[in-house]
């Protein structure tokens, strides 16, 4: 493990609370508050019971993502796997963390097990101060860079440096834009103002991963709560309502939807745009629009699969794509 790895493991132990996210055998996210019993140049060490759910999911999946505060405000996070390793470990934590001895005396400390967390990815993060400060670490496994990076067909346009608010886009003799990964916050208001989308995702969050961390985002707001779901669908844009400019709607005003299902209801507004004939100079008639499939969404973001997320909605119980609809 390299120094500044072995800094940030330290810190991890130095914090010691620390939220474990883990996902279950529906690909449900779960998470836990734990402490990082032990750093070590091997890795960060932690200990959970049979007993637990944390447990299974340890063994079944062997990963795990810790996210944690330090104490001056600053986000750590690390993505890695992990493994079980000798019962000698669980008494090496007890040494290390005596406190342990009054929850679980004599040799009831042996219900646990400990797990080596060998391999991953992290990163450090500080919002408070500009400009911003993060720092990437990793051990046993190739540092990810967080944030954009520009491809060829960038016109130089400046557009990315105006709306950064962070001086992330750096410009060569070419007049040629790049991305400081060191400056990037990942905010994606680039991403959003490109004329040529030259600007992608450095990471592995390809779209359809964020659709799905959107579907799970959102049963975490609505599981277990009464709602009731209303949606306009006028004002289609081409682009997401975050975009600082946008354009003339591609389909005419539709109406309003109501459900107590917000999976129907997407799916139910989805598909009443998708009945709609496409309007006259919007976006769907740009050079290299192709709308023949009939998936007018599809057609203007090609790179981009809005149903990914209904599908994943769906399979983690939030409501169901299958609706009737009742016309007042």
């Not at 709560?225 to 081409?238: E, G, I, K, N, Y």
Request: hydrophobic share 40%; charged share 25%.
């Amino acid at each position: 493990m390299n120094e500044k790895a072995r800094n940030y493991v330290d810190l991890f132990r130095k914090v010691k609370i620390a939220s474990a996210a883990t996902v279950d055998e529906q690909g449900r996210p779960q998470s836990r508050i734990i402490n990082v019993m032990i750093a070590s140049d091997e890795g960060m060490y932690i200990v959970t019971s049979k007993g637990k759910p944390f447990y299974k999911q340890l063994v079944d999946t062997g990963r795990v993502a810790l996210s944690a505060m330090c104490p001056d405000c600053q986000s750590l996070k690390f993505t890695g796997k992990v493994k079980m390793v000798d019962k000698k470990w669980v008494d090496r934590v007890f040494e290390e963390n005596p406190g342990m001895n009054e929850v679980y005396p004599g040799d009831t400390r042996y219900i646990l097990d400990a797990f080596l967390i060998y391999e991953g990815s992290g990163e450090w993060f500080d919002l408070l101060n500009y400009p911003i400060n993060r720092e990437t670490f990793s051990y046993n496994a190739s540092e990810e860079k967080a944030g954009f990076e520009i491809q060829k067909n960038c016109i130089g346009c400046r557009a990315c440096a105006r709306i950064c608010a962070h001086g992330a886009p750096q410009f060569g003799a070419d007049g040629k834009a790049t991305i400081d990964t060191d400056k990037c916050v990942g905010c994606a208001r680039c991403l959003a103002v490109c004329p040529k989308d030259a600007i992608q995702c450095l990471y592995d969050e390809a779209p359809a991963i964020l659709n799905k961390k959107i579907a799970e985002y959102t049963k975490a707001v609505v599981d277990g709560r009464p709602c009731f779901h209303v949606s306009l669908v006028v004002d289609v844009s081409p682009n997401c309502d975050c975009h600082a400019e946008n354009d003339v709607p591609i389909v005419p005003d539709v109406g309003m939807f109501a459900s107590f299902d917000p999976v129907a209801l997407d799916q139910a507004c989805a598909d009443a745009v998708l009945a709609q004939t496409p309007a006259p100079n919007s976006a769907l008639f740009d050079e290299g629009c192709d709308c023949s499939s009939g998936d007018y969404f599809h057609a203007a973001h090609p790179d981009t699969d809005w149903a990914v997320c209904l599908e994943h909605a769906e399979k983690i119980g939030i409501g169901t794509r299958a609706y009737e609809l009742i016309k007042i």
